[in-house]
């Protein structure tokens, strides 16, 4: 009996993508064009599923069901629609929860995530269906009721539809990964899906070397570029290049296939120490996206934990529609190893970009020779050549030249082979398309740049030593991912449409440009970790930078002491001023004393001090040394620190107070406020002062307060009535303030703590 299939295309099947829109004059009719096609593109890629159990499927061990994704991208429009004041309620708070927060992994044998098994109860396919159509219906109707004012600025409340719009498109290209993933029983190519020829003009037969002379880069977008941007894009580097040589073309699965045979999967000497346990782990033999017929662990999680691609020939079926993927022929390379490709099994594609994490291509680097390495995002821009100018405008941007050839922008749903497009001036092939490409960096943001309130986590928690760089774009790349100012990483066990190019100096002596991040974070629940960069330092030279991100600059020891001290110390704390007179004005004003939640729990004494009138206390903070501390401090594990006097150290250990009852209080690590974290009977916000971006906590207080709550702001950096009314004002009453004296390192300090209600 065959399973049902249910409905997922709510618009047109297509895939073929329309261009970005620019901002700086485009219409209406234009945004409503491209939301359109954004949200049938991703809706077209569901389709490819044979029937409603694969939805419920986990092609990634590490990665949620493909329902997830589903409903996850309507999601994130309502959230950012409704925070930038365009969407005036929620369209399903409980779908708004469920499916707004996926999961990111810190390590590749991380347990898998709650949601991953069969207990957890996942809605119908149709009912997702349902929410989405509500949601594209909201959207049309915005489109049509809302003023519109050119340009579209970070500013412009317009710019939450193109951030829902590009986000979309992200996860076309992450959802299509993890299908290709899939058992490929559990998917069938549409009739509209185009793979792209095997070879090109006879072939790929050797892969050069270029030479690329000294020279300087400026990156960055400026920020009155007209296209939608990410918020790492923008800032501004002065890059200096030293001269370099790189590959001419990615390095093919032909090439990639000397490492297979010649042991290097099984050679120690050419993995680093995380890579290695990574292949020991996975038992890798081969690239994820190779076949051959010894079983091999896929990686797939809950039910598929077991199955494999890797079957005996016999049950291998490719048809690809263009000639090859036949049964028979002899065991040799063509036949040792195939290709899955989105929904296909097939004969390997030798001149195709071979597909690997950084792991894998840094394995295959050392087995070329310590001299080799990947190129640094700089050099990426470097082997670009000359390019137009920025004041140019849209037209500069690749994704809207006419003229521009590259395997982008969905020209094919599969790669290429390296020689097919033309190269860059420089004479560098697929710079742009194909496959991504591997770069040395650590992912960090661009000095100057700044966090959009509407996603002020989109990029910042992944400057942290342990995402590697990615340039360049895909086959499947759109929008903004297909622009030459597109920036996005990954953590190094990761797998996507990505490959690489080998680069070697032309001085070894002379320091590159490789961004790598020496400030030290801390993962709860693991502690300190090491950057996960494979460059071998003793051979290339570079600069080391701290994390753009400033809220890491807080998971140091000495921030932990000092977090402690304030907290815990022989004077009075502010913390516990600050909550009594909070407790005053609730009770004054008949708040109900059930559930409260702390921003900025630091090291948990606020918490502790709210549990003495509060029956639920959730404890908030993105410091996860602090969380740690707190969560050690709740378990009766005593958490030492120092306080200076005159000079005099003093030893200390922070406890809970008797009486206190500790077990009301939930710590939680968070980069923002999610919808599921609830609604609470009091609010207190005190670390308004140490988030980059205020604004992003802002906007969501009201959401987490009841109709009859109470919010109370803490801030002695000038956060008073008069700079809080435009952020919140909309959404919240002002109902009175208070002032707070309190010692700060022997500095007077005066808070000023502003209370609000629901309107």
């Known amino acids: 009996m065959s399973e049902q299939k249910s409905r997922v295309l709510s ?59 589903y409903g996850h991208t309507a999601c994130v429009y309502m959230s950012k629609l409704l925070l930038a004041g365009l969407a005036e309620e929620r369209i399903n708070p409980e779908f708004e929860a469920m499916f707004e927060t996926g999961v990111d992994e810190m390590s590749w044998d991380d347990t898998e995530n709650y949601r991953m098994g069969g207990s957890y109860k996942w809605p119908a396919v149709s009912e997702v269906f349902n929410y989405r159509c509500q ?95 990410w918020d790492n894009e923008y800032g501004e580097l002065d890059s200096h290049i030293p001269a370099f040589q790189a590959r001419k073309y990615l390095i093919t699965n032909k090439e990639f296939l000397d490492f297979v045979d010649n042991g290097g999967y099984f050679d120690r000497h050419f993995w680093t120490s995380e890579g290695w346990k990574w292949a020991q782990y996975r038992q890798a033999k081969h690239p994820t996206f190779w076949v051959c017929h010894g079983g091999c662990k896929t990686g797939c999680g809950a039910a598929l934990t077991n199955c494999t691609h890797c079957t005996p020939l016999k049950h291998i079926i490719g048809n690809t529609g263009f000639g090859i993927g036949q049964e028979g022929g002899q065991e040799d390379a063509n036949r040792k190893y195939r290709y899955r490709a989105m929904f296909d099994i097939f004969d390997m594609p030798w001149d195709w970009p071979v597909e690997v994490n950084y792991h894998e291509a840094k394995a295959f680097c050392t087995w070329k020779g310590p001299e080799y390495r990947l190129p640094s995002e700089a050099e990426h821009h470097a082997m670009r050549g000359e390019q137009n100018p920025v004041s140019f405008g849209a037209p500069c941007d690749t994704i809207n030249d006419n003229k521009f050839q590259a395997n982008l ?31 040395e960096d650590n992912f ?28 360049g774009g895909s086959w499947i790349s759109t929008g903004d991912e297909a622009s030459p100012f597109a920036r996005f990483s990954f953590r190094p066990h990761f797998f996507q449409h990505l490959g690489f190019r080998l680069v070697r100096n032309m001085d070894q002596d002379a320091t590159t440009n490789i961004r790598l991040i020496n400030t030290e974070v801390f993962v709860l629940g693991v502690g300190l970790e090491g950057n996960t960069s494979a460059l071998d330092r003793s051979v290339f030279k570079v600069n080391c930078e701290p994390s753009t991100n400033l809220q890491y600059h807080y998971e140091t020891e000495g921030w932990l002491n000092q977090t402690l001290a304030k907290e815990y110390g022989p004077s009075d704390p502010y913390i516990t001023q600050l909550v009594d007179i909070s407790i005053d004005e609730a009770t004054e004003r008949g708040i109900s004393l059930g559930k409260a939640a702390l921003l900025g729990a630091g090291t948990g004494r606020g918490a502790f001090e709210l549990a003495k ?95 009859t709550g109470l919010i109370v702001v803490a801030s002695s950096d000038g956060w008073d009535q008069e700079k809080l009314a435009p952020i919140i004002g909309k959404k919240l009453d002002y109902v009175g303030t208070q002032s707070l004296k309190y010692s700060d390192n022997d500095e007077d300090q005066v808070a000023v703590i502003t209370m609000w209600q629901r309107k």
């Open 11 to 69: 618009g047109r099947l297509t895939f073929t993508s329309m261009k970005p829109c620019n901002l700086a004059k485009c219409t209406k009719r234009e945004i409503k064009a491209y939301f359109e096609n954004t949200y049938d593109l991703y809706e077209s890629l569901f389709t490819a599923l044979k029937d409603d159990s694969a939805i419920y499927k986990c092609p990634d061990r590490l990665r949620l069901p493909l329902i997830f994704y």
């Open 409 to 439: 922008n969905f020209q094919y749903g599969s790669s290429t082979p390296v020689n097919m497009y033309p190269p860059s001036n420089r004479g560098f092939h697929d710079l742009f398309g194909n496959v991504w490409e591997w770069t």
């Open 135 to 229: 949601v594209k219906e909201l959207i049309l109707k915005i489109i049509d009721t809302t003023p519109l004012e050119l340009p579209v600025t970070m500013e412009n409340p317009w710019w939450a539809l193109f951030m829902g719009m590009e986000h979309e498109r992200i996860h076309l290209e992450t959802s299509s990964v993890l299908m290709r993933q899939l058992p490929v029983e559990l998917v069938e190519k549409p009739a509209e899906w185009k793979y792209a020829p095997v070879n090109h003009d006879g072939g790929m037969t050797k892969n050069p070397m270029i030479n690329v002379s000294a020279t300087n880069r400026k990156l960055g977008k400026p920020k009155d570029f007209p296209s939608y941007g």
């Open 444 to 471: 960090n943001g661009f000095p100057g740049q700044k966090t959009n309130y509407l996603y002020d986590d989109f990029s910042t928690p992944t400057f942290d030593g342990k995402h590697q760089m990615m340039m």
């Open 613 to 707: 009138h509060f029956e639920e206390v959730v404890g908030i903070d993105y410091c996860a040394r602090f969380i740690d501390a707190a969560m050690k401090i709740q378990k009766k594990i005593p958490v030492p620190f120092l306080t200076e006097n005159d000079g005099k150290r003093s030893k200390h250990e922070a406890r809970v107070d008797e009486g206190i009852q500790a077990d009301r209080v939930v710590f939680k690590q968070l980069t923002w406020i999610p919808v599921e974290i609830g609604l609470f009977d009091f609010v207190l916000f005190d670390f308004i002062d140490r988030v980059m971006n205020p604004k992003a906590w802002l906007v969501r207080l009201w959401e987490m307060v009841t109709q």
